[in-house]
């Protein structure tokens, strides 16, 4: 089924370590996101990409960079996990025409840092 | 800027009856206003759009909302309520083409039987 998919599920890390969530959508969608997701919060813009090469900051970057490998792949990464990056992280590309066709979003990475 | 204002975080309905899930939004520019819905454990998935057509939107699952300009509203509602409704519902808002989508906090929908 075309859509976002995301790797992995679920990870664990210790304070410090660092790792990459990658991100891949099959429908040429030039846009990506990634966003974080906490109780009571809702959803925080993390990164966005508006075409291949350009990536951008959104609400709550510190802490971690991006990469646009291609139109098609969108990863973050987390360079010293911190307990406070504890989230689930959603990545999702839009439809080009407009702003009208709303978010595809992929299922989620549960990341816990210890 | 734009933002979204979901009141309240827990709303709670019987089996059967209407379901009422409040968004207001603000926004400098014509807005394009969305509903999405979060299962346990799963991704978002879009329940309905406005596009600046219809004021009336009609989704998935028999949910519908209606674009109020006035009241800066966009509340969504289900005549009767499933056990399958049960889940987290957030409304969006981005404004313009290649504008960012603004979630609300959110809003967790019981269902009691």
């Known amino acids: 089924n075309a859509g976002v998919t995301q790797t992995p599920k679920f990870q664990v890390l210790k304070t410090g370590q660092s790792m990459t969530l990658q991100c891949a959508q099959d429908?040429?969608?030039?846009?990506m996101y990634w966003y974080r997701q906490d109780p009571g919060m809702g959803l925080r813009l993390i990164y966005y990409?508006?075409?291949?090469?350009?990536?951008d900051k959104g609400e709550v970057p510190n802490g971690y960079n991006v990469s646009r490998l291609n139109k098609r792949e969108f990863s973050l990464r987390l360079e010293s996990a911190a307990p406070s990056q504890t989230s689930v992280y959603f990545c999702?590309?839009?439809?080009?025409?407009?702003?009208?066709?709303?978010?595809?979003f992929g299922s989620g990475t549960r990341l816990t840092v210890v | 800027a734009q933002s979204v204002t979901q009141l309240g975080s827990h709303v709670s309905v019987s089996e059967g009856a209407l379901v009422l899930l409040r968004c207001n939004y603000s926004s400098s520019v014509p807005p394009y206003l969305f509903w999405y819905v979060q299962y346990p454990n799963q991704g978002l998935q879009l329940l309905l759009k406005?596009?600046?057509?219809?004021?009336l939107v009609k989704g998935i699952n028999g949910f519908e909302a209606e674009f109020k300009k006035s009241e800066t509203s966009f509340h969504l509602t289900k005549p009767s309520a499933h056990m399958s409704d049960a889940a987290e519902y957030f409304c969006a808002v981005s404004t313009g083409a290649n504008s960012k989508l603004t979630f609300g906090k959110g809003i967790t929908l019981s269902v009691r039987p």
């Open positions: 429908m040429n969608h030039n846009s």
């Open positions: 406005y596009t600046s057509a219809a004021t």
């Open positions: 999702a590309s839009r439809g080009d025409t407009g702003s009208s066709y709303g978010y595809t």
């Open positions: 990409s508006a075409s291949e090469g350009t990536t």
